[in-house]
């Protein structure tokens, strides 16, 4: 059974600062790693996506990393800003027990104070 | 049991035809949701249904798409005058309850517009 964890569930940084989201998860045999954020009261927005036989992806200043046989992502965001306050969901991609399945860790509630 | 089933698996149509795509999901799965994905893209987030709650429509990427879903169940994607950039798989989830539960995906709809 896959399982996703994410660690914190929950932070609060000042604006500038870097900061560093992590998603681990039980199986390894996966199609893709994407996180997401999630605004109170929206859908999903999908910020990076890493197919299984990459390491990282970047878009502006944020970056992911995928080590598969450790079973580990993070999600690197560069000088934080109040906007980049949101849930930030990692979620993994594969066949499990027959089924096309989209898992989720449970978040982790980010907060930027200017 | 029976998982997220959706026709047709395939459609091509013409540049300017409205089209439908049909999604039937798990009973009892209160959350649905519609992405579409272009070829080597992550998950793109359309709506979703939560119980009998107003849909999140923010990933809707233009007027000419629009879904119901009728009784909780049964979900429906028209897209109005299509355009080329519309191709691409359409795929339906659902989850018993909103994110970050499971979603389990049916197998899609490969939309490709001439």
């Known amino acids: 059974k896959q399982e996703v964890t994410q660690i914190p569930a929950a932070l609060s940084v000042p604006e500038g600062e870097n900061l560093v989201l992590n998603c681990s998860f039980t199986?390894?045999?996966?199609?893709?790693l994407q996180w997401f954020r999630q605004d109170p009261g929206k859908g999903l927005t999908s910020l990076l996506l890493?197919?299984?036989?990459?390491r990282e992806q970047t878009s502006g200043r944020l970056n992911a990393s995928l080590d598969k046989s450790s079973g580990r992502s993070t999600l690197y965001i560069a000088a934080s800003q109040p906007g980049d306050s949101a849930t930030y969901l990692c979620?993994?991609?594969?066949?499990?027990?027959?089924?096309?399945?989209?898992?989720f860790g449970q978040g982790t509630r980010l907060t930027i104070n200017p | 049991g029976a998982g997220v089933s959706q026709s047709p698996s395939n459609k091509v149509t013409e540049k300017g035809k409205d089209v439908e795509l049909r999604c039937d999901p798990i009973s009892g799965h209160t959350a649905l949701y519609w992405y579409r994905q272009s070829l080597g893209q992550g998950l793109e987030f359309l709506i979703y249904?939560?119980?009998?709650?107003?849909?999140?429509k923010s990933g809707l990427p233009s007027d000419r798409f629009s879904a119901e879903r009728t009784g909780g169940s049964v979900s429906t994607l028209t897209i109005q005058r299509t355009q080329q950039e519309d191709s691409a798989v359409y795929l339906c989830a659902s989850s018993f309850q909103a994110v970050p539960d499971t979603q389990y995906f049916g197998p899609g709809t490969r939309l490709t517009v001439l």
């Open positions: 199986d390894s045999a996966i199609y893709n």
């Open positions: 249904f939560q119980g009998n709650s107003a849909p999140d």
């Open positions: 890493i197919q299984s036989s990459q």
């Open positions: 979620a993994v991609r594969g066949i499990i027990q027959g089924a096309q399945k989209l898992v």
